[in-house]
């Protein structure tokens, strides 16, 4: 039995599968002329898919793919001197996103179509950059190493369970494995990056990025590179200290979401830190002689398990400390709670005391210091890690770092109260 349709909706959807049909049709037309299916082909083909799904006839859907295909074949046999079924596979593609413009009941459906439609033909037009990438400028081991990096995400991290194990419920699998993809995260983006862009300019924007989602990843990632590759030991030691001078805004934007009256509060301060972070890293570190000649950021394998297991396992410890100090000391006390959980999750901590400040458990003056307390704690945490993962130069400066922003922002903070 066919189904049955209204006619404005049935013109809209032969609509957008002819745009899609001309699409694709147009980039095969233009890219192989007439030794491959065209423009004309495409089109009629998007507009055989989107009868078929306005008829939504099982049978009648079988048999035009069917033809289609049998079509198709006849033309590849038929024209010699041909390589590769891209134009019949483009084909098949373009009737079944031409039958999704016309899936009735479901109209998120024909905008999911378009935007296909749109990436297959830019894949399409990157055939000669994407046969470049893949057979000159990925190697044999990035390639290997990009699964790898894919398979800890889409593989392992689905099947770890979810929930808190163990004393104080302190192990969460998923948890912990996420800053396992996090710190592996940044030193793969990292490494490519600096392939493509260059060490001083890549390294700006691994910071930048590494601030963004996770400065204690961010941290890890620079202090493990540090020791790999020493010649560049102030291009990393600045990296990890403009990531975590972009922590503050990025803590700003978090309160002014969720407390615009906190943010208000932590304004001077935070924007201090970032000043100062930022003036440090550009001015300070930029003189920082390199420790050696020549060198690659990155090393040679963009991707390494074991030292992202082993600070994994660090983490960790860290939430076992965190949880069971919180524990011990309960959650009336908002200081010892935020400098607790700072240690590990200040941006946690930052959504807690602004929740506290809106349902009047804490005074605003309490709320901001609790915040700053968190973030310094935060940074002590990091400290930690760069002496302990990173070599005793990246450290010290980082440290540095943390000084120059935490001295500036509690010291404006200070200044606030007094006025």
Same mark, same amino acid.
């Given at each position: 039995?066919?189904?049955?349709?209204?006619?404005?909706?049935?013109?809209?959807?032969?609509?957008?599968?002819?745009?899609?049909?001309?699409?694709?049709?147009?980039?095969?037309?233009?890219?192989?002329?007439?030794?491959?299916?065209?423009?004309?082909?495409?089109?009629?083909?998007?507009?055989?898919?989107?009868?078929?799904?306005?008829?939504?006839?099982?049978?009648?859907?079988?048999?035009?793919?069917?033809?289609?295909?049998?079509?198709?074949?006849?033309?590849?046999?038929?024209?010699?001197?041909?390589?590769?079924?891209?134009?019949?596979? $483009? =084909?098949?593609?373009? @009737?079944?996103?031409?039958?999704?413009? /016309? &899936?009735?009941?479901? !109209?998120?459906?024909? +905008?999911? *179509?378009?935007?296909?439609?749109?990436?297959?033909?830019?894949?399409?037009?990157?055939?000669?950059?994407?046969?470049?990438?893949?057979?000159?400028?990925?190697?044999?081991?990035?390639?290997?190493?990009?699964?790898?990096?894919?398979?800890?995400?889409?593989?392992?991290?689905?099947?770890?369970?979810?929930?808190?194990?163990?004393?104080?419920?302190?192990?969460?699998?998923?948890?912990?494995?996420?800053?396992?993809?996090?710190?592996?995260?940044?030193?793969?983006?990292?490494?490519?990056?600096?392939?493509?862009?260059?060490?001083?300019?890549?390294?700006?924007?691994?910071?930048?990025?590494?601030?963004?989602?996770?400065?204690? $990843? =961010?941290?890890?990632? @620079?202090?493990?590179?540090?020791?790999? /590759? &020493?010649?560049?030991? !102030?291009?990393?030691? +600045?990296? *990890?200290?403009?990531?975590?001078?972009?922590?503050?805004?990025?803590?700003?934007?978090?309160?002014?979401?969720?407390?615009?009256?906190?943010?208000?509060?932590?304004?001077?301060?935070?924007?201090?830190?970032?000043?100062?972070?930022?003036?440090?890293?550009?001015?300070?570190?930029?003189?920082?002689?390199?420790?050696?000649?020549?060198?690659?950021?990155?090393?040679?394998?963009?991707?390494?398990?074991?030292?992202?297991?082993?600070?994994?396992?660090?983490?960790?410890?860290?939430?076992?400390?965190?949880?069971?100090?919180?524990?011990?000391?309960?959650?009336?006390?908002?200081?010892?709670?935020?400098?607790?959980?700072?240690?590990?999750?200040?941006?946690?901590?930052?959504?807690?005391?602004?929740?506290?400040?809106?349902?009047?458990?804490?005074?605003?003056?309490?709320?901001?210091?609790?915040?700053?307390?968190?973030?310094?704690?935060?940074?002590?945490?990091?400290?930690?890690?760069?002496?302990?993962?990173?070599?005793?130069?990246?450290?010290?400066?980082?440290?540095?770092?943390?000084?120059?922003?935490?001295?500036?922002?509690?010291?404006?903070?200070?200044?606030?109260?007094?006025?």
């Amino acid at each position: 039995m066919m189904a049955t349709f209204a006619l404005p909706d049935a013109v809209k959807a032969i609509a957008e599968a002819l745009v899609i049909g001309f699409l694709i049709g147009a980039q095969r037309e233009a890219s192989h002329g007439e030794r491959h299916a065209g423009v004309r082909d495409f089109v009629l083909i998007a507009l055989v898919g989107a009868i078929c799904g306005l008829l939504q006839a099982p049978w009648l859907t079988v048999a035009a793919l069917f033809s289609i295909a049998a079509l198709l074949a006849v033309f590849y046999f038929h024209v010699g001197e041909r390589t590769g079924i891209t134009t019949e596979m $483009a =084909a098949v593609a373009t @009737f079944c996103l031409g039958y999704l413009t /016309a &899936t009735p009941d479901n !109209p998120p459906a024909a +905008q999911l *179509a378009i935007g296909t439609a749109i990436a297959v033909v830019a894949f399409l037009e990157a055939k000669r950059s994407l046969h470049k990438l893949l057979r000159e400028t990925i190697t044999e081991i990035e390639f290997n190493d990009t699964l790898r990096f894919l398979a800890i995400i889409f593989i392992i991290y689905p099947l770890l369970p979810e929930g808190a194990y163990g004393p104080f419920g302190f192990l969460e699998p998923r948890t912990v494995w996420l800053f396992v993809i996090l710190v592996s995260s940044i030193s793969y983006a990292g490494y490519f990056v600096e392939k493509f862009l260059g060490a001083q300019r890549g390294m700006k924007f691994v910071a930048i990025f590494g601030g963004l989602a996770s400065t204690t $990843a =961010a941290t890890t990632s @620079f202090a493990r590179s540090s020791v790999e /590759a &020493t010649q560049e030991l !102030p291009l990393y030691s +600045q990296a *990890a200290v403009i990531a975590n001078a972009i922590q503050f805004p990025r803590v700003l934007v978090i309160l002014a979401v969720v407390s615009p009256q906190l943010a208000r509060a932590c304004l001077i301060p935070l924007a201090t830190m970032c000043a100062a972070g930022l003036l440090y890293a550009l001015v300070v570190l930029r003189r920082a002689p390199r420790e050696t000649a020549g060198g690659s950021v990155g090393g040679s394998n963009p991707f390494r398990l074991l030292p992202a297991l082993k600070f994994g396992a660090v983490f960790a410890a860290i939430l076992f400390v965190s949880k069971a100090a919180a524990k011990l000391y309960g959650s009336g006390a908002v200081y010892w709670t935020s400098a607790i959980g700072g240690s590990v999750d200040a941006d946690a901590v930052v959504v807690s005391v602004a929740g506290l400040l809106s349902l009047g458990g804490v005074t605003i003056k309490a709320s901001a210091t609790s915040v700053l307390l968190a973030l310094l704690m935060n940074g002590v945490v990091k400290t930690g890690i760069a002496f302990f993962a990173g070599t005793r130069r990246f450290a010290w400066r980082l440290t540095g770092g943390f000084m120059a922003m935490f001295g500036a922002g509690w010291l404006v903070f200070w200044a606030m109260g007094r006025l």
